[in-house]
């Protein structure tokens, strides 16, 4: 995720991080090109028919709608993203509270909250694909990383070991039936965020839907050269350009959205919320808290 302060003036049109230019330019230069040939062809050699104007108005229009509600649709995707991230986030703080609380046993909740660190590192690991093997090893040991890692669902492995912890506590401890329930309702909290993500990361936007706006923004840019060769004369290129800009850079935005947990500038930044996990922990168990993640370039990962 970017992390910067917005440019202002003449810095704003020139400031590449971040942004779809790279991306898109191939397109935007590809249209351009066709509407120069486009304007050469038409002086030189036979007339073409020339689109009105105020009907391709309404069919951009209408494309800009499209464009919008998908937009609107990935962006509340990677907000929701972020929010059951940070409800990961408080619910490992409040599992430690809790175990302040409920469990008397320094060892057994030490144990616990380890393991709710584990939790965090393979539940990125299985969104981003990454490997946490190191990660997991610094607070559960490498042999239960071992253990948990070489599940089928490694995430919720963890989760299952924090449920077996706490009955353990009950058992050697006497925690009482209502700390079990409060311990029990946290862990249960962290698996519905768990679910939450990986249902936002294995559900695409519609592919349908995606593929009726890109085939509607290469019609519309490929028929705004007819629609300007009057209204814009040596400008058509430039017209083209900006629209086309504004289209394809529109859905290169969207497609960055909607996978919100990609290893990518703007998505979310896993590595640095993990981060404040293991921090929070290591604070409720007296142990050293590591740094918080800081900005690469500008960049938070």
């Known amino acids: 995720m970017i992390v ?29 090109g066709f509407s120069v040939i486009v304007m050469a062809l038409d002086y030189i050699a036979v007339p073409f028919p020339h689109v009105s104007l105020t009907a391709l108005g309404v069919f951009g229009v209408a494309l800009s709608l499209f464009l919008g509600f998908r937009n609107n649709a990935a962006y509340l995707r990677w907000w929701e993203g972020r929010t059951l991230w940070g409800g990961i986030i408080a619910d490992v703080r409040s599992l430690a ?59 919720d492995a963890a989760l299952r070991d924090m449920s077996r912890k706490i009955r353990h506590s009950h058992d050697r401890s006497g925690i009482d039936r209502f700390g079990q329930m409060t311990l029990a309702r946290i862990v249960t909290s962290l698996g519905h965020h768990q679910a ?19 085939r509607t923004t290469y019609l519309c840019c490929l028929l ?10 040596p400008f058509v290129p430039m017209f083209v350009a900006v629209v086309a800009y504004v289209f394809f850079g529109l859905q290169a935005v969207t497609n960055q959205l909607e ?4 290893d990518m500038e703007n998505g979310l930044p896993l590595d640095a919320m993990c981060r404040i996990v293991e921090i929070s922990v290591a604070e409720a168990t007296d142990r050293d808290p590591p740094a918080p993640l800081a900005a690469i370039d500008n960049v938070l990962k």
């Open 4 to 32: 910067k302060d917005q440019p202002s003036g003449w810095t704003l049109f020139f400031d590449m991080q971040g942004s779809v230019v790279p991306q898109i330019m191939p397109k935007i230069a590809g249209l351009a």
């Open 97 to 155: 509270k809790s175990a302040e609380i409920f469990i008397s046993d320094p060892s057994d909740r030490k144990d616990l909250l380890n393991c709710a660190v584990a939790f965090a590192h393979f539940h990125r690991s299985a969104l981003r694909g990454v490997a946490v093997d190191d990660n997991v090893a610094a607070w559960i040991g490498a042999e239960d990383g071992v253990r948990l890692g070489n599940k089928a669902n490694s995430t």
């Open 196 to 214: 939450g993500c990986e249902r936002i990361a294995t559900t695409p936007l519609p592919f349908v839907y995606s593929l009726l706006v890109r």
């Open 224 to 233: 705004l050269p007819f629609a300007l060769l009057e209204a814009a004369g």
């Open 259 to 262: 996978h919100p947990f990609r």
